[in-house]
């Protein structure tokens, strides 16, 4: 079975500084998605970046990035110039890409808080 | 805005009680999910529906019912529920053909049981 760990359950950083999440997976499969989600107090689940796993270019999205090293199962989340609004729980989530409809696999969350 | 909309948006029920949650997507996707978010747990999955069918994770209780009527709506019914089943619970979406198997979620309904 696959899981799924975050090892940070708190970070904290300041406004326009750049800070990074780390996640780490475990699977025997090769063929899979690896997604960061966040969510703000409103509870609101929201889709910050995605990565397939066949790719080897690091995805990206505007102050997101994330850093893939397949051999290592690892898959952090980089926010540069980071802005009060990004304080939230952020989840590291893992997809299998071998069946229709299969579950995210969550790991237990990150909350980070942004100071000014 | 995400596509997904969940009613009630709170929910307190007694144990005796019956009650449904609903969930719609306008995003034209075939799968559709229920999640619980329960305090200092991941969150975990109750059912999907997927290109027609259901999959169900064997642990859930049966005093959860879902019901997908199509693509669009899916529910989940409740009955004797127990305290320990307060929590959020989430309804997720995505396209799972020629799409990007990216799930979008709802905002959750808080229930408590007391």
């Known amino acids: 079975a696959q899981t799924v760990t975050q090892s940070q359950p708190e970070m904290s950083v300041q406004e326009a500084e750049t800070v990074t999440l780390s996640c780490t997976y475990d699977?025997?499969?090769?063929?899979?998605?690896l997604f960061w989600y966040k969510q703000p107090p409103s509870r609101q689940m929201i889709l910050v970046i995605r990565?397939?796993?066949?790719?080897?270019q690091n995805a990206t999205e505007n102050r997101f990035s994330v850093n893939f090293q397949k051999a290592a199962k690892s898959f952090s989340l980089k926010i540069s110039d980071s802005q009060l609004g990004d304080a939230a729980m952020y989840f590291c989530?893992?997809?299998?890409?071998?069946?229709?409809?299969?579950?995210?696999?969550f790991g237990k969350g990150t909350t980070l808080s942004v100071s000014s | 805005e995400t596509g997904v909309t969940q009613t009630p948006r709170h929910l307190v029920m007694g144990m005796t009680n019956k009650k449904s949650l609903k969930c719609e997507q306008h995003?034209?996707?075939?799968?559709m999910y229920w999640y619980k978010q329960s305090a200092k747990k991941p969150l975990e999955l109750m059912f999907v529906y997927s290109l027609e069918e259901r999959v169900e994770n064997n642990s859930v209780p049966s005093r959860f019912s879902p019901e997908c009527p199509n693509s669009s709506h899916l529910f989940l019914h409740l009955h004797t529920l127990q305290p320990e089943d307060s929590a959020l619970y989430l309804c997720a979406s995505s396209q799972e053909t020629g799409g990007s198997y990216e799930q979008y979620f709802g905002p959750g309904t808080r229930l408590t049981v007391t």
């Open positions: 989530a893992y997809r299998s890409a071998n069946q229709a409809g299969t579950a995210l696999i």
């Open positions: 990565q397939e796993a066949y790719k080897q």
């Open positions: 995003l034209g996707h075939n799968a």
């Open positions: 699977t025997s499969e090769s063929d899979y998605y």
